[in-house]
Nanobody
Framework: QVQLVESGGGLVQAGGSLRLSCAAS????????MGWFRQAPGKEREFVAR????????DYADSVKGRFTISGDNAKNSVYLQMNRLKPDDTAVYYC???????????????WGQGTQVTVSS
């Protein structure tokens, strides 16, 4: 009933950039925030960034602060993650998610995309 689809992942060299996109479709719901999470092999899913739907407030994990920028286009029901100066440690599957509250906790995000692979080579 609600679908989130990520795109834009791929292979990039260290220091390069990628722009991830997430498009929402299906049943409308009360979206307070959209977020990006990532999960590397053998590691737990971690918070990356979030944005308030109406306020446009943003928040970033310390590991990506200053390098990543989250933005949204409410008219297109889309959210983006611009990733600059990528590092090998950024390699992970990146997931787009939607929440009905302002939170960094993954359990607060009700809807999730399928994920897109980002691989950063040395």
């Amino acid at each position: 009933q609600v679908q989130l689809v990520e795109s834009g992942g791929g292979l990039v060299q260290a220091g390069g950039s990628l722009r991830l996109s997430c498009a929402a479709s299906g049943r409308t719901f009360s979206r307070y925030a959209m977020g990006w999470f990532r999960q590397a092999p053998g590691k737990e899913r971690e918070f990356v960034a979030r944005i308030g739907i109406w306020s446009s407030n943003t928040d970033y994990a310390d590991s990506v602060k200053g390098r990543f920028t989250i933005s949204g286009d409410n008219a297109k029901n889309s959210v983006y993650l611009q990733m600059n100066r990528l590092k090998p440690d950024d390699t992970a599957v990146y997931y787009c998610a939607a929440a009905e509250s302002w939170s960094r906790t993954s359990s607060s995000y009700t809807y999730w995309g399928q994920g897109t692979q980002v691989t950063v080579s040395s």
